[in-house]
Structure formats: C-alpha cells, structure tokens
T-cell receptor
Framework: ETGVTQSPTHLIKTRGQQVTLRCSSQ?????VSWYQQALGQGPQFIFQ???????GRGNFPPRFSGLQFPNYSSELNVNALELDDSALYLC??????????????FGPGTRLTVL | AQSVTQLGSHVSVSEGALVLLRCNYS??????LFWYVQYPNQGLQLLLK??????LVKGINGFEAEFKKSETSFHLTKPSAHMSDAAEYFC????????????FGKGTMLLVSP
C-alpha cells in the first residue's frame, strides 16, 4: 500500500449538485495529480498541483477545480454535476513537479455516482 | 499529442503460462514508459518503469518489459502466470518537458485460469 489516502470511499450525488473529494499525500510529496477513471477506461489527467499552485491541466471544464494545502493535502471540487461525471477519481502524489521519471503513488480512489 | 494503445481489452492465460500484454505508444520524442496494475476496488500500483536507461526493465512480482524504439513498443511479460496476477494492467507514458503527467492506455484485463 502507498501512503496516499482518499475520502470518502464512495459517494452518491444527484445531477446539478456539487462535490468535494479529498486526498492526503504520501509524506514528503509536494506534487499531487488528480485523474478521472470512467468505467472500462484508463485514468485521464484532470490537473496537477505543485506547492499549492496548479501547474498543469487536462481537457476538463472549469467546473472541475482544486486546491492544495500547505501540508500538501488536496481537494478536487466538481460543480454542477453531470451524469458523465460518474467515475473513480484517483489522486496521485510524488516528490517533484517536473521530472517525468518520478513515480506517482496512487490512492485507492473515490467512487462517485451521479444520479 | 502522445497516445498509448493497448492491444486486447482482455487476455486469458492458464496458470503457469507465459503472460504477454502489449503496449504501443505514439510520440515524436522518446517517452518515459510505465506499467501499472489495478486490483479490484483498489488504486494503481507501479509494476515497472523505463526512463531511458536499460531497455529491458525488471519490475515487481516477476514482470519485465522491453522498450523497443524501432517498434514504439513496451510490452509486458511474465514467464509463468499465477492466479494472483489476475487484475487490470495499464500502460502509461510521460515526458520530461511540461508537467510530466501520465497518459494512460485503456487497460488490459488479465484473466488467469487454473
């Protein structure tokens, strides 16, 4: 197991609502990335935070937003939920902001269901 | 833009047989390459990674992969499958420039029969 934790484990929301997912990074890691994994698909990059600043974003609309705190924990917020937002949301942490060789350590994920 | 193709959404093998999971990438520059495994209801665990050193990479649980630039491939192999290897496997790429995030393939489910 990695030292990355996520909460909650499962979540059910209705269309139009807002949701906040939380991630606690592995000790010593200052970079966190969020990924969306739809059923039967590989994870897709949402955004990345390095030392509390967003320094990369995938092809996701602005209603997906995030925060990283001084202790390097992180939140993913999704506004105006849509049915297609139903997915497993994965958080991954690592030690630096720019090297492609760094290993990303993934948490167990939060399963979001939008009805 | 980079992309990763994993051939075969499902691969079935018998216990003790060779495991071969295929991964091809599309890129104008040599990428870094990764294989992750995902067990049911769990996150992703790194099996191995290629970062421009030796082209044959050994990972955990007896898995290895070979980077072949001429074929733009990074296939994952294991000489003898165990029942515990049944899981979903993802190939991913990243690059030294930009913010170095991972681009994943769609995954291959490995089924192991007794």
């Amino acid at each position: 197991e990695t030292g990355v934790t996520q909460s909650p484990t499962h979540l059910i929301k209705t269309r139009g609502q807002q949701v906040t997912l939380r991630c606690s990074s592995q000790s010593g890691h200052n970079t966190v990335s969020w990924y969306q994994q739809a059923l039967g698909q590989g994870p897709q990059f949402i955004f990345q935070y390095y030392r509390e600043e967003e320094n990369g974003r995938g092809n996701f609309p602005p209603r997906f937003s995030g925060l990283q705190f001084p202790n390097y924990s992180s939140e993913l917020n999704v506004n105006a939920l849509e049915l297609d937002d139903s997915a497993l949301y994965l958080c991954a942490s690592r030690t630096s902001g720019g090297s492609g060789t760094d290993t990303q350590y993934f948490g167990p994920g939060t399963r979001l269901t939008v009805l | 833009a980079q992309s990763v193709t994993q051939l075969g959404s499902h691969v079935s093998v018998s216990e003790g047989a060779l495991v071969l999971l295929r991964c091809n990438y599309s890129s104008s520059v040599p990428p870094y390459l990764f294989w992750y495994v995902q067990y049911p209801n769990q996150g992703l665990q790194l099996l191995l990674k290629y970062t421009s050193a030796a082209t044959l990479v050994k990972g955990i649980n007896g898995f290895e992969a070979e980077f072949k630039k001429s074929e733009t491939s990074f296939h994952l192999t294991k000489p003898s499958a165990h029942m515990s290897d049944a899981a979903e496997y993802f190939c991913a790429v990243s690059y030294p420039s930009g913010y170095s995030t991972l681009t994943f393939g769609k995954g291959t489910m490995l089924l192991v029969s007794p």
